[in-house]
Every structure is written in C-alpha cells, then in structure tokens.
C-alpha cells in the first residue's frame, strides 16, 4: 500500500470545485490550478507555483490529474 500523501486533491463536484485536504484538514475548493497554488501558500508552502504543483509526489490526484476540472 503507497504511502498517504500530506495534499489530497479530490474528483471535481458537479460545480467543478475539487475538495482539497491538507494532512486531515480540508482546505477549501480549488476551481483551478491556481487555487491549489494559492492554498498551499496560505498554508506555509514557499516557492510554490504551478509547475510544482503539477509535479510535486506530495500532492495525490484522486479523480483525475491537475488539467481535470470538470465533473
């Protein structure tokens, strides 16, 4: 079993909002890219930005990757 990773993007909701969990706290609904960038730098992650969050292992992708923003 893969370990748990620190950021869970969840599958997009009807509105396409994703749900985003940082450790066991949600965090809000991202609507874009940019709103997951923009959480995690409100939550002390520095130097972040798109590329990293498309790359980053610290971030699981439930429901499709970070171009998927529809339901």
């Known amino acids: 079993m893969a370990s748990?990773?620190?950021?869970?993007?969840?599958?997009?909701?009807?509105?396409?909002?994703?749900?985003v969990r940082m450790d066991s706290e949600i965090a809000?609904?991202?609507?874009?890219?940019?709103?997951?960038?923009?959480?995690?730098r409100r939550a002390g992650v520095e130097e972040v930005n798109e590329v990293w969050v498309?790359?980053?292992?610290l971030i699981e992708w439930r429901g499709?990757?970070?171009d998927v923003w529809e339901h």
């Open 4 to 19: 748990a990773r620190p950021v869970v993007v969840y599958p997009p909701d009807e509105d396409g909002g994703r749900r």
């Open 28 to 40: 809000g609904r991202a609507y874009n890219l940019p709103d997951v960038v923009e959480f995690l």
């Open 54 to 57: 498309r790359r980053s292992s």
């Open 64 to 66: 499709g990757g970070p």
